[in-house]
């Protein structure tokens, strides 16, 4: 079956303005995940959507958002882009509530901010 | 959540075993153990978990210690294929689901 499917896989922006990213889960899986992975602070948790609610934040600014529809997609928005949010961003889904469902990963999208 | 301890990188021959350690004293007792690794260019990609006892699946083994302090992945037979960051991640058996802590890993290299 398909992987999670994110997009735009490569993308350019410049400082102040906003982006947003898609993610499509696995399907059958009703929890999506994002994550932001830069070299200096590594791989981190944003946020987490299980039936379009959210479920877990991270610790980042309220100009990162996000939001589920009820096809279990997600997307992510980053409002007034500063500089250190060029990253990777990752999306995962899973399909089981417990902690012992593995999480699937998309290949990701490349930010950058210019 | 509880913190992982884990090397920088180790180095190994390609069809030899490896054996990735990490440390995680501070664990509670509904920690999950879970590993995942990240190929170049990929996103992670989910390898084993356990609780309390010893794992094995197609891709790897998890040895966990008695007192659940430590546990080692063990790659049979390293491949060029293996090379990639593993990250040991710890997982609140009580919590939500989906929310993983990622440490800095351990970057595998795996030569000929």
């Known amino acids: 079956k398909a992987g999670v499917t994110q997009t735009p896989r490569y993308l350019i922006k410049t400082r102040g303005q906003q982006v947003t990213l898609s993610c499509s889960p696995i399907s059958g899986h009703r929890s999506v995940s994002w994550y932001q992975q830069t070299p200096g602070q590594g791989l981190q948790f944003l946020f987490e959507?299980?039936?379009?609610?959210?479920?877990n934040k991270g610790n980042f600014p309220g100009r990162f958002s996000g939001r589920q529809f009820s096809n279990s997609r997600s997307e992510m928005n980053v409002s007034t882009l500063e500089l250190g949010d060029s990253a990777l961003y990752l999306c995962?889904?899973?399909?089981?509530?417990?902690?012992?469902?593995?999480?699937?990963f998309g290949e990701g999208s490349r930010l950058t901010v210019l | 959540d509880a913190k992982t301890t884990q090397p920088n990188s180790m180095e190994s021959n390609e069809e030899e075993p490896v054996h990735l350690p990490c440390n995680h004293s501070?664990?509670?007792?509904?920690?999950?153990i879970h590993w995942y690794r990240q190929l170049p260019s990929q996103g992670p990609e989910y390898v084993i978990h356990?609780?309390?006892s010893n794992v094995n699946n197609r891709m790897a083994s998890l040895a966990i210690a008695e007192d659940r302090k430590s546990s080692t992945l063990i790659l049979h037979r390293a491949t060029l294929r293996d090379a990639a960051v593993y990250y040991c991640i710890l997982r609140d058996g009580t919590g939500t689901a989906s929310k993983l802590t990622f440490g800095t890993g351990t970057r595998l290299q795996v030569t000929l």
């Open positions: 356990g609780l309390t």
């Open positions: 995962a889904s899973s399909s089981l509530e417990t902690v012992a469902g593995e999480l699937f």
């Open positions: 501070t664990i509670s007792g509904t920690d999950y």
């Open positions: 959507y299980f039936s379009e609610t959210q479920r």
